[in-house]
């Protein structure tokens, strides 16, 4: 499973030295192991949170980052496949919750 998460956000264009992809990384795996994640600002971000001695709003905040980065430097045309109608018009990326349920949605498919 680790490798499955790792390539697929690493095939996306995700940085790993950013706080909010060990952040993503993190409630991929615990969404992947059927744990409950969501609602995301009560329970996933919480979860992280306390694991990683940072504030929920620290956690929402660098994950937006490392999705943002991802959208800047990352394989448009990939990015774009995967998550094309999931896309936020006005932000042109998915929010946190949708990236999250999608990444799962697509490793548990290709596994």
């Known amino acids: ?10 095939s996306l264009g995700f940085i ?5 992809y060990r952040y993503l990384y993190d409630l991929i795996e615990m969404a992947l192991s059927d744990e409950e ?4 600002k ?6 992280i949170s306390l694991k990683c001695g940072k504030s929920v ?3 929402e905040k660098d994950i937006q980052n490392a999705i943002s980065a991802a959208w800047l430097k990352g394989d448009v045309n990939a ?7 999931t896309i936020d018009m006005k932000r042109g990326k998915p929010g946190n919750k949708q990236f999250i349920l999608t990444a799962v949605s697509s490793i548990r498919r290709k596994s």
């Not at 499973?1 to 690493?10: A, D, G, Q, V």
């Open 1 to 10: 499973m680790e490798k499955n998460i790792t390539h697929y956000l690493l």
């Open 16 to 20: 790993p030295n950013k706080y909010g």
């Open 37 to 40: 994640i969501l609602p995301l």
């Open 42 to 47: 009560y329970v996933g971000y919480k979860e």
């Open 57 to 59: 709003q620290s956690v």
């Open 79 to 85: 990015l774009y496949d995967e998550f094309g109608e």
